[in-house]
């Protein structure tokens, strides 16, 4: 069981009973509930977001808003990396623009957390360029969406060595509520939130795909949710993103451009695995069918309108008049 | 709201407090569960199949097992149809070999709930075929599977004139948990159907490439179920069909040839009504793989067959070790 090198740690230890001071990057929908959970848990945050407004927000909220990542690396113990992708985190950790190169102002023994979803590979390789500089890497996307990010009842999906898990766990335990423990490897977490996302994109884009059938042939979407709900047909996203077709209402919780993203990373590890995925590639098609359309920053269940739009219909007028008497 | 006309009913009405005979055709995997809980409840069920052995087990459980097709409707006010398709239907109907041709068994007036998974459009031709004979139709597809048959805990999705509905509801709170009304115009229950089959053949299809994905990465396929079941890559389907694959089991509860049938009509509908599929298209496409590879027979888990035999590999190698502390 490996442990961090703290010989040449030069963050000063945490008095007993006190917090280690985290770093956090990314103040998005899900990295703002992220961090606000490690802030209620009594951790001082030093937050840093690219927006100004996400920034201030995280100030008025009693976070240590920052504005360089190197005053984010400052005598932190602990960073999170919640942003995008992982040209960002590239940037963010050895980019060479006066704002970035955290990597530098890292001391040794640090550890890096990654919660953003990004290729297995990649977090592989990034543990190993880090380990260059003695810096450790948790591998640790999560799943959950922005309310599961706000109550602090995110699922996490976490791989890395035992002394660096151990070592996340009470932060873990502030943003998440299942922690599950994927491996040593860095990458087996995130291969882990891949396969989670193969199944959560084919079925939202699924959803769409029976909602609008059964809308076409004239059946009220609503009875169809209530049906499929209790049928061998339902899913987790069906629940949950229906009800935003239902209310027409695509103000996103999770933006059909993540799905670009993330069923892209899972096409993309099936190719060099050489394992097809040919279900993920299709309601990949479809994410991209929708952003052609123009709904890149619409929520996902917005896919619904590709077979609105090339169907010339809405699911909406098939719901039946109220009852008259 | 139309009623069934009465005046021409050659069928005996059953004294007050005694059922109506049932007369059953298809005696499967469903149709005996169906059969039997029709006995249980009370009723002088009729059975027949094809297969000698079913007619044999059913007249062991009680069943009246007749050996012709007139004989199921002989006396008969109400018949449920539980056979594999249209085809099959047609056949029984109005097939012109010695043994088919119930319609000229059939008194006017009679009842004949469809229970089989067919095109909404054949329902709604056939409900005007059989009016011409006087013969009313209730469209009354199932979801729940062999233990929801056996069980009498099946959903049914129903569509028919009002007094088919209130005539069959006994039967239908026999066989069934969940009675859902879809509408009036025969072919709505089976619209339903079809986008329930959409959603469950799909989920089937996406289960297996998620843990094939999973395991050719290197997670131990348990833990991945475990991981998903709590997850926002859930779904009824992943819950129910994985356990087949981690048991190795293949024993068919529903056969990889079902999906073969419903996913082409839920395609061929698609069509028709130029609502494009290409999810279900997808998963057709891997059913047809698992059916090119000899699985026609097997349970519908072993479409991840597809992805091991291509991939040479078994997702099961990927189970890791207990571990020995």
Redesign the interface.
Known sequence: MSTPNQVSNQVPDALPGQLPVVGFVGLGAMGMGMALSLLQAGYSVQGYDINDAARARFAQAGGQAVDTLPAVARGAEIVVLMVLNAEQIDQILFGDDKMAGMVGALAPASLVIVSSTVK?TYVETLAARLAAHQIDLLDAPV???TSGANDGTL?I?VAGAPASIQRADPLLQAMGK?I?I??E?PG?GS??K???????G??I???A??????A????DPN??Y???C?????????E?RVPHILADDYRPHSAVEIWLKDLGL?VD??KE???????????Q??FIMAAAAGHTRLDDAAVIKV?EQ??GFRVLDSVAAPESD
């Open positions: 297995p799943s959950g969406g699922s999906m299942n599950y994927m491996g490897r087996m291969t882990m891949m396969v989670n996302q193969v199944l959560a084919v079925q884009a699924a959803a795909e029976a909602l609008a059938l059964g076409r042939a004239g059946l009875r169809v209530e049906v499929i209790n049928s061998a047909g339902a899913s987790w996203m069906f949950n899972v590890t099936g695995l050489h394992l097809p995925t040919p279900l993920a590639a299709a309601a098609q479809l077979y090339l169907a």
